[in-house]
């Protein structure tokens, strides 16, 4: 089976949680596939960045390494949205959201 990671997934494992974490290790045991959007982690990155969770980061670099991040073109486009969101966040400007998800690399996921 193939696993697609979504924000609160990863945001539970970065925290942490008992029932993520086990499911989480039967995957890592049955070596299954584990995937997220380029969304996911724009969202996930963004949220860090903008509360200066360095530790966190890290974190979330590792499941990065076991979850495959699906690209929209390039993971460039991404980390600069997240500098340009946390950015604004700290300033206290409103929040928007450009992005849009879709299988752009025909992988089928489950």
Not at 35 to 62: H, P, Q
Not at 64 to 91: G, M, P, T, W
């Amino acid at each position: 089976m193939t696993y697609l990671l979504d924000t609160n997934i990863v945001t539970a494992i970065l925290k942490n949680n008992e029932i993520i974490s086990q499911k989480l290790e039967e995957v890592r045991s049955q070596r299954e596939k584990m995937f997220m959007s380029c969304i996911t982690y724009y969202e996930v990155k963004r949220g860090l960045l903008a509360v200066n969770a360095t530790r966190k980061i890290s974190d979330f670099l590792v499941v990065c390494q076991e979850a495959k991040v699906l690209l929209l073109d390039d993971l460039e486009i991404i980390e600069r949205a997240s500098e340009i969101y946390a950015e604004l966040k700290r300033k206290g400007r409103p929040r928007c959201r450009y992005l849009d998800s879709g299988d752009s690399n025909g992988t089928q996921l489950r």
